[in-house]
């Protein structure tokens, strides 16, 4: 088919001429002195052809009818004979076609014999492009004549053939141009829709629904090659477990479109969704060949890329905004966990924001006791794990102590790997787990699940990581000051309490109880055992006594170091009677048990809510006149303080 070119540069002849002139100028076709070119040669037989019958036709009643009439081009091929039916033998045929390609290549009319040659001239150079051929009849008169005006109405006929297929050279070259006009316009405006997108969902249906409106009868699908979870049917996920005969996993690959065409006159099209950074997927469409041009394949390679570029964008926006988000939710935990130094407190708030951050339906925090080697339930939503006791070879949290990294599990259920209590007797499926990390030693493990299989992503699994390293700091930071608090409040030889540390016990009890106890105990002639066994003995006799007192009392109870050999014993809720039989236990044990054997004085001193006045101080007065009045009577003996 013939290009044409039409130029818009130029101006028209309405805006070169006056309002008078463009009445009375005729229209002028552009097109009007079109001639035959080089790229019309395969048009020309069919052109003649045509234009010859419609001339037979037109000239029904011309005396040239009642003879042969021949067109051939300037070859001296055949076209057309106006009675093809009619008998005639090859070489007459023959001799008509020589006699045109010599009118033609001498440019006139020809007369040999019975036979008359007109050749027909282009427009523009007057050379021949076909000759008209008439049986010579010898009746007509001016025979030649008639056959060139003949040649001349079949000239005119041909290039008004040949015009229309101008015409409709043009009209296909404006549809055309109308097309891609269009189609230009639909992409631009479905790559200003998809960058305008900053949401992987929003990416994805402005592909689809833009694909499916260019091309309504198509089949359209996208296979994804990340995990997406996306409602539309449509978005798929893309398996390359057969990539040399699938034909969607070979275009992502390959990274370029693959057309596949089936027998039932079906076209298979994969063009590969790809951005900067990599391909992320496969766009599918299936429909009737005739429906889908080469030009539309090139369309929607561009398409493709721009919504891989779009996709890439919005996965790095979303990326960008979650990496936000944990970095507030680090922040905000770790403030939060900071403001407690209480390890009970830190574990349930922990567990509960881990619960609410990863929606989960079970979360436990375990904590290793160093002086057992097990871990320890320290805070639990599932009510029968609370203050249970593993062993650090046990289920998950052993393979987290073993391994001191964290582990995902997608479906217990599928892959038990180890035996799990809170996995089996909660149902659950899913698993990511993070130990606690204190320098470089494991002191607790996280174990969060959920009871659906693959629930936890990559992303979660990464954020506990980072979470917990952010709890093992809290709980390090809790434990140094228990320790250090633990210190502070201890007698460092007897392991009992300070002094201070009684008395803010003591006046802690005595705002909230009725009554309570005070025992005084003093070793009888200490300074005579360090005199004659030395200072060391001394202090094992101190420890030993200690140690009986801590084996007399309750856990309640609050023994402290006193000063010096004289310890002390409070018992809250407790009166003088039972007193005084806790403080006999204490005499009678030192007594026997000790080694040398040395003997103890105690004094006894009550308080109840009807006392006049309540308060420590008075409560170690009557107990200290008490003592002095046990050494006074002998020693080795109990008073109770008036």
């Given at each position: ?14 805006e070169t001429l006056s309002g008078d002139e463009q009445a009375l100028q005729q229209p002028s076709l552009w097109f009007a002195n079109e001639d035959i070119c080089e790229e019309d040669e395969t048009l020309l037989p069919g052109l003649l052809r045509e234009s010859f019958q419609e001339w037979l036709i037109a000239s029904a009643q011309s005396p040239l009818a009642e003879g042969r009439l021949i067109i051939s081009d300037i070859h001296g091929h055949l076209i057309a004979v106006s009675d093809p039916e009619a008998p005639e033998s090859q ?304 289920g998950f949290c052993g393979m987290v102590f073993d391994t001191k990294e964290p582990l995902i599990i997608s479906d217990y259920q599928c892959t038990p790997v180890v035996s799990s209590k809170l996995m089996d007797e909660t149902h659950s499926r899913s698993l990511i787990a993070a130990p606690i990390m204190a320098n470089t030693d494991v002191v607790g493990v996280i174990m969060v699940t959920h009871k659906n299989p693959n629930y936890f992503s990559y992303d979660n699994y990464k954020l506990l990581q980072v979470l917990s390293t952010h ?172």
């Amino acid at each position: 088919m013939r290009k044409i070119f039409v130029r818009t540069d130029q101006p028209t002849l309405d805006e070169t001429l006056s309002g008078d002139e463009q009445a009375l100028q005729q229209p002028s076709l552009w097109f009007a002195n079109e001639d035959i070119c080089e790229e019309d040669e395969t048009l020309l037989p069919g052109l003649l052809r045509e234009s010859f019958q419609e001339w037979l036709i037109a000239s029904a009643q011309s005396p040239l009818a009642e003879g042969r009439l021949i067109i051939s081009d300037i070859h001296g091929h055949l076209i057309a004979v106006s009675d093809p039916e009619a008998p005639e033998s090859q070489t007459a045929y023959k001799d008509y076609c020589g006699l045109a390609q010599e009118a033609c290549i001498e440019g006139k009319t020809l007369i040999r014999g019975d036979k008359l040659a007109v050749p027909l001239r282009k427009k523009k150079d007057n050379s021949c492009f076909a000759a008209l051929i008439a049986q010579r009849l010898s009746h007509i008169e001016g025979h030649a004549a008639l056959l060139e005006a003949a040649a001349m109405h079949m000239r005119v006929l041909f290039f008004c053939h040949l015009e229309r297929v101008f015409v409709r050279n043009l009209l296909i070259q404006q549809q055309s141009s109308e097309k891609d006009a269009v189609r230009r316009d639909t992409l631009f405006q479905t790559a200003k829709r998809l960058h305008d997108q900053n949401d992987v969902t929003s990416v994805l249906n402005v592909l689809l629904i833009d694909v499916e409106n260019l091309y309504p009868h198509a089949e359209v699908d996208l296979y994804l090659s990340q995990d997406h979870v996306n409602g539309d049917r449509r978005v798929k996920p893309l398996l390359l477990r057969h990539s040399a005969a699938d034909l969607y996993a070979q275009a992502f690959l390959e990274g370029r479109q693959v057309v596949e065409y089936e027998d039932d006159d079906q076209l298979k099209l994969a063009i590969p969704m790809s951005g900067k950074q990599a391909v992320y997927g496969v766009l599918s469409i299936s429909m009737r060949k005739e429906l889908m041009e080469d030009s539309d394949i090139g369309a929607l390679v561009m398409l493709c890329d721009t919504a891989g570029s779009a996709f890439e964008n919005a996965k790095l926006f979303e990326q960008s905004n979650l990496l936000i988000g944990e970095l507030q939710l680090i922040n905000e935990l770790t403030k939060r966990l900071n403001k407690s130094l209480r390890l009970n407190e830190i574990f349930q708030f922990a567990m509960s924001e881990l619960l609410h951050i990863f929606k989960a339906d079970y979360c436990s925090l375990l904590q290793l006791n160093k002086e057992t080697n097990h871990f320890q339930v320290m805070a639990s939503n599932w009510p029968l794990a609370a203050n249970e006791i593993y062993s650090t070879a046990y289920g998950f949290c052993g393979m987290v102590f073993d391994t001191k990294e964290p582990l995902i599990i997608s479906d217990y259920q599928c892959t038990p790997v180890v035996s799990s209590k809170l996995m089996d007797e909660t149902h659950s499926r899913s698993l990511i787990a993070a130990p606690i990390m204190a320098n470089t030693d494991v002191v607790g493990v996280i174990m969060v699940t959920h009871k659906n299989p693959n629930y936890f992503s990559y992303d979660n699994y990464k954020l506990l990581q980072v979470l917990s390293t952010h709890i093992g700091l809290a709980v390090t930071n809790a434990s140094l000051h228990a320790e250090v608090r633990r210190m502070v409040i201890t007698d460092n030889l007897t392991g009992l309490h300070a002094r201070h540390y009684l008395n803010e016990r003591i006046q802690a009890r005595q705002r909230k109880d009725k009554c309570g106890s005070l025992v005084l105990v003093d070793i009888d002639h200490f300074k005579k055992v360090n005199d004659t066994f030395g200072h060391q003995i001394g202090d094992r006799i101190l420890i030993r006594v200690s140690e009986v007192i801590r084996s007399c009392i309750r856990d309640s109870d609050i023994a402290a170091r006193w000063g010096g050999e004289e310890l002390a014993v409070y018992l809250p809720q407790i009166r003088s009677e039972q007193a005084h039989q806790i403080a006999e236990r204490i005499r009678s044990r030192v007594e026997m048990m000790t080694e040398p054997s040395v003997t103890v004085s105690c004094g006894l001193s009550e308080w109840t809510f009807e006392d006049e006045k309540i308060s420590v101080e008075s409560l170690f007065y009557r107990a200290d006149m008490a003592l002095y009045e046990a050494k006074n009577n002998g020693r080795n003996r109990i008073f109770i303080g008036a």
